[in-house]
């Protein structure tokens, strides 16, 4: 029996009707409504979107050099395997937003000129640039960049000087400054209640700008040098010439004249004798800085706070474990998704508003969401300190307070910095 409410009003002639003209003739009405419903359709898939793509320059030096430990020599893929994990994190949530991120890599070997390269990054789109240069680089970077409003990402150089006189405001630095670094040890230290340092350093600009960091964080949280000492670089091929033995007795005599002290101290960026220390000292100590108990961004072996998560993906996509700079790479492009989602746009300004805005966070697998402080651009993150094998320990340390945050005890706050951003 036919339901006449069902077909309608409009229908109702049509019920005395042979039932083939019934059919035709609901057919034509369901196809009408069909029509008129297209509105009210489901949202097309993110596959059906027209995507608008973000492109981010990564401009980097490298050039594989002999360190004292071959586990010391850094890979090939160093941060940039870490931008390219954060892509693919940036892609699952820009996948349903419309949006689409694309890394474009150059590497240059370390005295290459940077302009030309900066610039096709620039013309070819690219309004933020993630580097790992020098800091005389990343500073020129930033200046190019500033001709066409881009933004640098600064995940390699951590000289605190482009954090202070030579601040830009359109660099933002991911990678921690020596300060930052140099600090989280010290709290360390102190926390433990080793108070006595000496202190080792090397005979290069980096040693002495690692040195200068270690006395100032010293001076800043109560440590005393009690002794220094310079180990000049005489040339030789560090991991042929100096063999086990002769380091054996070189490197405890060169130490046999250190007074009494608690730890010591290592300032080698250059990679000239510091891990030939650990052991090898006159009197059995610790020793701490860039060997024994390093500070860093991360830590290969950190698993904490959900770190499991990044060091599996890492490592199902690159092969190994994450360094810091592949952390410092990872959380620059993870800053810009993070402003992208958060903001539902690809407008650069927009996205450029919101990174510097009191409201943006980026969750870094550090215990805690991390920010960037508006007087320098650094982004607040902790130190973890590790050996080898392990995480020590993650500064800020317990006790060490703050008015705004406990991460601003760890580099140059506010009060003591000398960054003019407006300038």
Known sequence: MLNLDRLGRGLLPLALAPLTAVALTLSAAAQGSSQEAKPAAPAASPAEKKMQTIRIGYLRSYERTLALSVLDIPPEDIGIAGAKVAISDNDTTGSFMGQDFMLDVVTLKPGDDIAAPLRKLLDDGAHYVVTDLSADDTLKAADLAAEKGAIIFNAGAEDDRLRNDDCRNNMLHT??????????????????????????????????????????????????????????DRGGARATDSGQALVQRQIPVFLQDLPDHDVLLVADESEVFGTYIPWRTWIPRPVAGTAGLVPGSWHPASEQWGGAQIQNRFEDAAGRRMESKDMQAWTAVRTIGEAASRTNSTDPEKIDAFIRSKDFTVAAFKGQRLTFRDWDWQLRQPVLLGTEDSVVSASPQEGFLHQVSELDTLGFDRPETTCQLDK
């Open 175 to 232: 990678a921690p400054s020596r300060s930052m670094l140099t600090d989280g040890l010290a709290q360390y230290l102190m926390w433990k209640q080793w108070r006595n340092w000496a202190l080792v350093e090397g005979s290069h600009e980096k040693d002495k700008l690692f040195a200068e960091a270690l006395k100032r964080s010293a001076t800043k949280f109560g440590g005393k040098i009690v002794a220094e000492k310079v180990f000049e």
